[in-house]
């Protein structure tokens, strides 16, 4: 089981941190992954993070940006964002998966709620 939280209303340059409580058997060995989607658009790949907590991945849409980071100890992966743009304006999911990390949603089989993020420029 997947919770995300911490979405809400920022200003376009504003931060935000997000998070994603990881629960279940095996959980802590999957690899998590951040995905945001806009009404009437794909779901994009934000970036991922293996079980170590080491290495995350970035979509360059996010680079330099975004920063992704696991609490093994908590089961929890968060995702700090910076210098946010309207463009940044989805809803963010985290999602799991009994495999490597990869960018393909369609290989995830594990997936929260989802949290609204809304930057106003």
């Known amino acids: 089981q997947l919770q995300a939280s911490g979405g809400g209303l920022v200003q376009a340059g504003g931060s935000l941190r997000l998070s994603c409580a990881a629960s279940?058997?095996?959980?802590?060995?999957?690899?998590l992954a951040w995905f945001r989607r806009a009404p009437g658009k794909e779901r994009e790949w934000v970036g991922v993070?293996?079980?170590?907590?080491?290495?995350?991945f970035y979509a360059d849409s996010v680079k330099g940006r975004f920063t992704i980071s696991r609490d093994i100890i908590k089961n929890t992966m968060y995702l700090q964002m910076n210098s946010l743009k309207p463009e940044d304006t989805d809803v963010y999911y985290c999602?799991?998966?009994?495999?490597?990390?990869?960018?393909?949603?369609?290989?995830?089989?594990?997936w929260g709620q989802g949290t609204l993020v809304t930057v106003s420029s």
């Open positions: 999602a799991a998966r009994d495999g490597v990390p990869s960018s393909y949603q369609r290989e995830y089989g594990y």
């Open positions: 993070i293996g079980r170590s907590g080491l290495s995350p």
């Open positions: 279940g058997r095996g959980s802590s060995y999957y690899p």
